[in-house]
């Protein structure tokens, strides 16, 4: 049994029966649909104690092979968190700063004069969401900065927030400029290697990946193999693949000050935007269950759902990785936290169909107004509006 303390009070986590509702709720939900919505693994940890480990379905479905602490997953967009981190260290090095702009990096990006690091990290650029490039094949580095740099803005940067993989794409290719290594390089000599992250790495879009879940996808109640993106199209923003162990590590690298100092952690930990939208460097922010998380989740839609969420105050973190894309992550980690704060949750429970009559249909029949202002029209078919 962990006992954890914080400012307001003291509580224990049983661990043994932190196992039994986590799995309770995971076995309910995954027999909901004909398809599971946890086909993966989902490690908690509490400092450096590992208090649930477990792994659902299969890495290789067809051939049911099955998950292992070796099993890698592309981490899709909680690469941002390790890129964050990455310039972060640049910035306590003293080779970078927040203030910085994308001009002194890349000369002739559009409006790159009024673009900071500080807005590229918090989402507030108003660079476009995506490049403008096929996902299908290998595209350089150049190529992807260039598919973008010469768009108009969608906001003057500091207005708005909106989310952009575009941003976060500069920020590892300004990363290559500061440290004259290749993002690749960096990473695993800065983030990966100290803290021990054996199983990860950068997929460049140019080799296959050994041991590898296969992504999947569900349509129409199968599961289906989802087509490959080449990874080369999101450098930096969604590139990398790691296992549940090595997310571990990475966790416990940055609690202990390994990777940054405290005040690099806080300054990322914070909401950074002054807008309504909570976002540190790398991370989002919110509640469950009373407690104060800091994170990212991430999508691909070559079959992967992710999500890597810190608790700072109580120590911690919950990792989700899986190998079906679309799944709502967001969800099974707020239930998985309302279990280990002794919090009230549902079990998952399937919603049975109300059959109503016809003299009850007939009277939502009729002409509507929708929110483009275009007209939409209500009729009763054969039972069905």
């Keep these: 049994t962990l006992v954890l303390t914080n400012c307001s009070s003291e509580y224990s986590i049983d661990s043994e029966n932190l196992s039994y509702k986590v799995d309770e709720y995971v076995s309910a939900l995954n027999k909901l649909d004909s398809n599971p919505t946890v ?17 659902y379905g299969f890495s290789d479905i067809e051939n049911e092979v099955e998950f292992n602490n070796q099993t890698k997953f592309r981490i899709a967009s909680v690469t941002k968190f390790i890129t964050s981190i990455a310039i972060m260290q640049l910035i306590e090095d003293g080779k970078l700063g927040l203030e910085d702009t994308i ?17 590229l990290l918090t989402h507030t650029s108003g660079i476009i969401r995506d490049p403008v490039v096929t996902n299908t094949q290998y595209v350089s580095k150049e190529k992807l900065i260039n ?8 906001y003057p ?14 920020l590892a290719y300004i990363i290559e400029k500061v440290s004259k290594q290749s993002y690749e390089d960096y990473v695993e000599q800065n983030i990966f290697k100290p803290a021990e992250m054996q199983d990860t790495g950068c997929d460049i879009g140019k080799d296959e990946i050994e041991n590898i879940a296969v992504g999947y996808y569900s349509l129409d109640g199968e599961l289906k ?18 296992t549940a162990q090595d997310m571990y590590k990475l966790y416990n690298a940055l609690i202990s000050e390994k990777l940054i100092n405290k005040n690099s952690f806080k300054a990322m930990s914070k909401n950074n935007t002054k807008l309504d939208m909570e976002f540190g460097y790398g991370m989002f922010m919110g509640n469950t269950a009373g407690h104060r998380w800091i994170g990212h989740s991430g999508n691909l839609i070559s079959g992967y759902s992710t999500n890597f ?12 990785l899986t190998n079906i894309s679309f799944q709502d992550m967001n969800e099974l980690t707020n239930s998985i936290g309302a279990i280990i704060f002794n919090k009230d949750y549902l079990l998952p429970k399937k919603i049975e169909a109300v059959k109503l009559k016809n003299e009850v249909l007939e009277k939502y029949e009729g002409l509507y107004n929708s929110n483009d202002e275009q007209k939409v029209k209500i009729k009763l078919v054969d039972g069905r509006l």
């Design 39 to 55: 086909n993966g693994t989902i490690l908690i940890a509490k400092g450096k104690d590992v208090i649930f480990n477990q792994s």
């Design 103 to 119: 001009s002194e990096y890349i000369p002739d990006f559009n409006r790159g004069k009024e673009i900071k690091i500080h807005h």
């Design 147 to 154: 598919s973008f740099k010469n768009r108009d803005l969608e």
């Design 157 to 170: 940067p500091g207005t708005q927030w909106r989310y952009s993989n575009c941003n976060y794409q500069i």
């Design 225 to 242: 193999k989802a087509s490959p993106v080449n990874m080369s199209v999101t450098f930096g923003s969604g590139n990398i693949y790691s």
């Design 309 to 320: 969420v810190i608790f700072p105050d109580e120590d911690i973190a919950i990792i989700l």
